[in-house]
Each structure stands twice: as structure tokens, then as C-alpha cells.
């Protein structure tokens, strides 16, 4: 079947200005997760869904970075008045139920000039 | 917070050589993900372990959980070309947490 996709799969866009990431999990996956990867690093959690709701955003580095899921499918990563720090590829997982094993997109590289 | 540590940063083998990495947190586990990153590529699952003490095998791969729940282990024997990668551990703090917190990786290559 279809794994998580991803898009867009490149974002270049200029500081200040407004992204929006999306990412469609495997069908029937009610847990959905944002990480951020920069070059030689682990990801790092942003923000986990459980069915529609934001079940921990502990992650999420300040109040520029909002993450939806309005019908416990598809998801939606904002990003404001985007910096340059922001660059990175933005992951996204889902699996089948809490704790089970996670299933990667392809990413979204997004670079801020 | 937590943190979840990996050595080494890079190992360089010959093939047909063994590779071990090695992760610790710095909090006790409810269990522990490793994954492998092809360059270019994104992570895949390769195993969980959840019990102390627990050993699972995936043909040339052995995973370990520590006794105390705070590190593990992966062993390949005999490497091949194709084992290149980087390898993460990522660490579940609590039995219903959805938070994982990886590691920084251990970056193999393989000399043919």
C-alpha cells in the first residue's frame, strides 16, 4: 500500500514569509508525528497527533510553528515569519496506534534564504 | 530534559568487519526504536525492544536492551556494502508517550 507522503518535497522561500508543509499518512494511522532533521543530526520530536488532537507539542520550538489535523488524517505544518534557523528537512511519521512503529515520509527539505 | 546519546559519531570498516553502536539516555526507557537512514534518504524501523535485557536477532543484526532500561546496543557481523548508513536509536520515555528522542547517529561506511 501507499506509504506517508510528503509535500512539497522542496520549499525555498524567503525570511519572513509563511510555509505550509503537508503530509498524508498510511490510511488508517491514528498517530501522526512532525520532526525537524538538520545535517548530521537525529530527528527532533515537534508535535504528536492522536486522532485530531495535539496529544504533546513539546516540541514545537516557539509560537511560530502550529501544526493542525482537523480530520485525523492529513496534516498541516505552519511555519511564520519564517528564519533562517528554520531551515531543515521537516519529517513526518504515522503508525497504526500509540507506541507502535513509526513510519517515515520522504521529507520536506525547506530552505530560508 | 531527556537526552539520548550515540557513539560513535562515525565508524569506517572493512568489509566483512564487525560494527557495534552504542546508545544511552540519560532517563530510564519504556522502550527503545533503532532506525537506518540511507544518505539522501529517510529513516526506516528496524527493530523495538521494550524488555530489560532483551536480545532480538534480524539475520546479521543483534539489538540489546540494557538490564536497566537506559542503553542499547547494535551488532552487525560481517559487514556488507549494503549495511551503509546512519544508524539512530530513539528512545520512548513513558508506556503511553508518543515522544521519541533520538539519538544524533552512528554514520557507517564500508570499505569494499
Known amino acids: 500500500g501507499a506509504g506517508v507522503s510528503q509535500t512539497p518535497s522542496n520549499k525555498v522561500t524567503e525570511k519572513g514569509k509563511y510555509v505550509e508543509l503537508r503530509c498524508d499518512p498510511i490510511?488508517?494511522?491514528?498517530?501522526l508525528y512532525w520532526y525537524r532533521q538538520s545535517l548530521g543530526q537525529g530527528p527532533e520530536f515537534l508535535i504528536y497527533?492522536?486522532?485530531?488532537?495535539?496529544?504533546?507539542d513539546s516540541g514545537l520550538p516557539n509560537d511560530r510553528f502550529f501544526a493542525v489535523r482537523p480530520e485525523g488524517s492529513v496534516s498541516t505544518l505552519k511555519i511564520q515569519r519564517t528564519e533562517r534557523g528554520d531551515s531543515a528537512v521537516y519529517l513526518c511519521?504515522?503508525?497504526?496506534?500509540?507506541?507502535?512503529?513509526?513510519?517515515f515520509g520522504p521529507g520536506t527539505r525547506l530552505l530560508v534564504l | 530534559g531527556q537526552q539520548v546519546m550515540q557513539i560513535p559519531q562515525y565508524q569506517h570498516v572493512q568489509e566483512g568487519e564487525d560494527f557495534t553502536t552504542y546508545c544511552n539516555s540519560s532517563t530510564t526507557l519504556s522502550n527503545i526504536q533503532w532506525y537506518k537512514q540511507r544518505p539522501g534518504g529517510h529513516p526506516v524501523f528496524l527493530i523495538q525492544l521494550v524488555k530489560s535485557g532483551e536480545v532480538k536477532k534480524q539475520k546479521r543484526l543483534t539489538f540489546q536492551f540494557g538490564e536497566a532500561k537506559k542503553n542499547s546496543s547494535l551488532h552487525i557481523t560481517a559487514t556488507q556494502t549494503t549495511d551503509v548508513g546512519t544508524y539512530f536509536c530513539?528512545?520512548?520515555?513513558?508506556?503511553?508517550?508518543?515522544?521519541?528522542?533520538f539519538g544524533d547517529g552512528t554514520t557507517l561506511t564500508v570499505k569494499p
Open positions: 490510511s488508517g494511522h491514528t498517530a
Open positions: 530513539a528512545g520512548r520515555k513513558d508506556t503511553n508517550a508518543g515522544k521519541s528522542t
Open positions: 497527533f492522536q486522532g485530531t488532537g495535539a496529544a504533546d
Open positions: 511519521a504515522s503508525s497504526r496506534a500509540n507506541q507502535e512503529t513509526q513510519y
